[in-house]
């Protein structure tokens, strides 16, 4: 069985199939951190972040040496902020009730 389309209506159906059709790509290994704040640290700001999370908990910092460590250039200084995602995910999802998730700037 052939089936024939007009150039018109193969213009239709592509416009019919094409938000069907996704192309996923894996998700990276590495994200700045300003890529990851929502998903990741509830929206907080990178000043908080860094209060709360990486200084509250030094061994999650890939300088000071811990075993895996998930966050490189913690305090930005002449770098930028990355994260190793695989890391971070397991180790915020274990970690998550020892956070002050409402605890203010100073």
């Not at 509250?56 to 998930?70: C, D, K, L």
């Amino acid at each position: 069985m052939e089936i024939n389309f007009s150039s018109d209506n193969l213009k239709e159906l592509a416009q019919l199939v094409a938000p069907l059709l996704t192309i996923s790509q894996p998700e990276p290994d590495w994200a700045k951190l300003k890529d990851v704040r929502d998903n990741l640290f509830a929206g907080k700001s990178p000043a908080w972040i860094r209060l709360y999370v990486f200084d509250a908990f030094p061994e999650v910092q890939i300088e000071n040496g811990h075993q895996g460590a998930w966050v490189k250039g913690a305090h930005g200084k002449g770098s930028v902020t990355k994260i190793y995602l695989p890391y971070a995910r397991a180790w915020m999802h274990k970690h998550h009730n020892e956070i002050s998730w409402t605890a203010k700037m100073p």
